[in-house]
């Protein structure tokens, strides 16, 4: 892309957005709670005992569980879609995307540091509602500046997008329960590099031999990290649910930040194509 001060405002903008996503993965890598109301946890060596894929020992409360994680992401993707259009018609468009990126940041904490016993499921839905949609204002000057250089990437980015989230989620359930679920600390890893990436290339002149690498370890290396994060909580999700944690709306939070984070890339590197 020849547009250096966009491209450093956009690197800001995804940085941001990985600020979230890392508070994430270090707080839901604790363990929740049993419940007799829920199947029966199985440890790592069990679980590496058992033959068949994930798919086969999903109980029907587990697809139930993620049949509503699906229905409420879909929800969101819906909703942060519908911000960004009414964004991108109304002068809100001009507001610099770190205060929505910020303001996100309130509704997604409430929800982790809230729970269906504390908090009524009216105002949660909403915390999530507005955490999507905030998220859908942030992404409005990405989306608007992708449909001027070609009306044909926005809705390319999100069929690609959609194709990599099903690819990994079915990946996901054809192997072993519990194999992606090894994946936590090095993609915990992989975030921290991924997120020094990004700060790094705001301070690194772009005419700097070092700029270049940060921006392609930020790109691709955040395309591939993300792209793995979905297998991951996807795995994460049915495990947690079996444990006793039921809360479709911090695992449809999940999925979102990991459908966020690879369709920006994606419909970045074909803005670059198109350029």
Known sequence: MNHPNLSLALGLIMTLALAPALTLSLNLSRQAPASSSFPSYVDQPEREQQTGTQWDALTSGTVDHMRKVYGTLATGIGIAAGASLFTMATPLVGIHPLIPGIASMVPLMGLYYTSKHTHSMMFRTGLYAAFTGLSGVAMAPLLKFALAVSPAVVPQALLITTAMFGT??????????????????????????????????????????????????????????????????????????EMGEDDHLKHAVDLFLDFKMVFSRVLILLMGRSD
């Open 168 to 241: 990994m989620t079915a990946l996901s359930l054809l192997a072993k329960p519990g194999a992606t679920l090894r994946w936590g600390v090095p993609l915990a890893g992989g975030m921290l590099v991924l997120m020094g990436a990004g700060v790094a290339s705001m301070f690194v002149p772009i005419t700097s031999a070092w700029y270049p690498l940060l921006h392609n370890v930020y790109l691709y290396g955040g395309l591939g990290l993300f792209t793995l994060y979905i297998a991951y909580d996807t795995q994460k999700m049915i495990d947690e649910y």
